[in-house]
């Protein structure tokens, strides 16, 4: 499986943005997608992620009502729509994608139940 995020950037506090995700190489539809994002000297921190049929969702607090997961399958593309900004979003942002199965939004949040990762997209928010 490969997976290639695009769509980072710099943009000032309160702006948008909108990251992408391709993914090749499996099924796209059967498996759930998340983001996480590292920001310089933390830990990566998950922020949000999808079933493969994109009726379900989870989001970090951080990121609740400010930030959107979706998905087009037929597109093998899952997106991540930033809205309202803030400095501390700054990070490096990741799309990965889980193989088995699992149970909760704590499952899901935790970085080492994924199995492929994309290769990072900058995002910088300025004050």
């Known amino acids: 499986v490969q997976l290639q995020a695009s769509g980072g950037g710099l943009v000032q506090a309160g702006g948008s943005l909108r990251l992408s995700c391709v993914a090749s190489?499996?099924?796209?539809?059967?498996?759930?997608m998340a983001w996480f994002r590292q920001a310089p000297g933390k830990e990566r921190e998950f922020v949000t992620s999808?079933?493969?049929?994109?009726?379900?969702?989870y989001y970090a607090d951080s990121v609740k009502g400010r930030f959107t997961i979706s998905r087009d399958n037929a597109k093998n593309t899952v997106y991540l729509q930033m809205n309202s900004l803030k400095p501390e979003d700054t990070a490096v942002y990741y799309c990965a994608l889980v193989v088995s199965g699992g149970y909760g939004s704590n499952w899901y949040s935790s970085w080492d139940k994924y199995d492929y990762w994309g290769q990072g997209t900058q995002v910088t928010v300025s004050s």
């Open positions: 190489g499996r099924t796209f539809s059967n498996y759930r």
């Open positions: 999808i079933r493969g049929s994109g009726d379900n969702t």
